[in-house]
């Protein structure tokens, strides 16, 4: 299956990109994803291990498990206000 | 809630306070947040504000849904800026209206403190130097 990630503010810059597609295998949870996000793109390691996550613009842990189709976003420490 | 949660324009605290007026509610709180240059933050004179704009809008319909729960017969409007700030600028507003100011003044800062937990929203700090900083909390 297929989830879209998105990257923001640090992560973005990290990585050099703001959207990319993963492919999991099911069943797959949010560790998974970043797992296979840190050990497969070229600068996945700058991920932190444990990085905040949204997944179709809600707050998850990293336990959620994945459907196809799912947005995931990686949040870097919010600064809000 | 109405109107855009995120704006790229000056908060008009005016026109969020008319949204609000209801002859029920007797008592309004407003919170505003503005771009700090104190002593301790250093030459900053904006903040370029990014944020997961559609994610936003739905942790705070979220956030003032627990409120009016928790708060009966109160209502909200909230605002966040994105974009480059100047420094004195506000960035955030929350505006609670309730019957009475006991309410007003919880749910308002209810909403504020979860906002600035839950919100999606990152800050870079523009230096007088003109060089950029990311800034955490």
Same mark, same amino acid.
């Given at each position: 299956m297929a989830v879209s990630c998105l990257l923001f503010g640090r992560y973005a810059e990290l990585l050099g990109t703001a959207q990319l597609e993963l492919e999991l295998g099911q069943p797959a949870t949010v560790a998974d994803a970043v797992e296979r996000l840190r050990g497969t793109?070229?600068?996945?390691?700058?991920?932190?291990?444990?990085p905040l996550v949204a997944v179709n613009r809600e707050h998850v842990g990293h336990d959620r498990v994945l459907a196809h189709g799912d947005e995931l976003a990686f949040l870097p420490p919010l600064a809000g206000g | 809630m109405s109107g855009d949660v995120v704006t790229r324009d000056p908060i008009d605290v005016g026109a969020l306070l008319a949204e609000l007026? %209801? @002859? +029920?509610?007797g008592a309004t709180a407003v919170f505003l947040g503005s771009v700090r240059s104190g002593? %301790? @933050? +250093?030459?900053?004179?904006a903040i370029e504000y990014s944020a997961y704009e559609a994610m936003v809008g739905e942790e705070f319909g979220r956030i003032v849904a627990e409120a009016a729960g928790r708060w009966p017969g109160t209502a909200y409007r909230v605002r966040h800026r994105v974009g480059r700030v100047s420094a004195g600028d506000p960035s955030i507003a929350v505006a609670a209206s309730a019957p009475h100011r006991a309410e007003a003044f919880e749910a308002c800062r209810y909403v504020i403190e979860e906002a600035k937990q839950r919100l999606p929203v990152w800050k870079r700090e523009i230096l007088a130097d003109g060089t950029t900083r990311w800034r955490e909390g």
């Open positions: 793109h070229p600068h996945g390691d700058r991920l932190p291990p444990s | 007026r %209801d @002859d +029920g509610r002593p %301790d @933050d +250093g030459p900053v004179t």
